[in-house]
């Protein structure tokens, strides 16, 4: 096999990059990291250079680039197929591909208005509306799953899936912007936020010295 190269952008900031990232990850496969800063002289010539859509993240192997977050993870689910990327059971694996693809397309007022910022810390910033109706039904998603599929692991689906990886960015925005959940899916977060590779990841996002300067609401 050829070598696989992940270009994505600022990993403090960087919310789709993060996700194909954590996929690829559990693959144990070898990888390169191409990491292109946003918002800088360079920046779209750097990604189109690599990337058709003019975005990152995109996954460069063997002579093919796939771009979109989702089109990766399930680009590498095909390429480990013993990584457990998606759940066994057909039922579990419908579901988590629908929770997927649900936060792959919603939750624009969330995704707006708390955008990915790890380092920082603004508890009760980003308020604004329909934030709150985003935030019920993510809750609603975690608390659910976490009901039925607990007993297998910390997980959605107890062991750390795609569908994990798609919603790992909100765990950190929750946490950026102190946001009150239930206790079943607080834990669920917790456990998110203790893996391996998202402390891999977060040092990273830590490490960096850029600085995006993305308006988010204050509190009222």
């Known amino acids: 096999m050829s070598g696989i190269e992940l270009v994505i952008a600022n990993q403090n900031y960087s919310s789709w990059s993060l996700r194909p990232w954590l996929a690829l990850k559990q693959t144990g496969l070898p990888f390169s990291l191409t990491v292109i800063p946003l918002k800088q002289e360079s920046t779209r010539a750097q990604i189109l250079a690599r990337s058709p859509s003019g975005k990152v993240p ?22 480990a197929p013993d990584a457990g990327l998606w759940p066994v059971d057909r039922a579990a694996r419908a579901t988590a591909r629908s ?17 990915m ?29 976490r009901q039925r599929y607990g007993a297998e692991g910390a997980y959605l689906f107890g062991g750390f899936t795609i569908a994990d990886a798609m919603y790992a960015p909100v765990v950190t925005r929750f946490k950026t912007y102190g946001v009150q959940i239930n206790p079943t899916a607080q834990a669920y977060a917790d456990a998110v936020l203790a893996h391996p590779f998202m402390q891999e990841w977060t040092s990273a996002a830590l490490a960096e010295t850029w600085v995006v300067d993305y308006p988010v609401q204050p509190p009222v």
């Open 58 to 79: 995109a996954l460069i192997h063997d002579g093919l680039t796939v771009w979109d977050s989702l089109a990766i993870c399930e680009y590498l689910a095909e390429l």
């Open 99 to 115: 929770v997927s693809a649900e936060m792959h397309s919603s939750f624009t007022a969330l995704r707006a208005n708390m955008p």
């Open 117 to 145: 910022n790890i380092s920082g810390a603004l508890p009760g910033w980003g308020r604004a509306p329909g934030v709150a109706d985003d935030i019920a039904r993510i809750e609603a998603i975690w608390t659910d799953l």
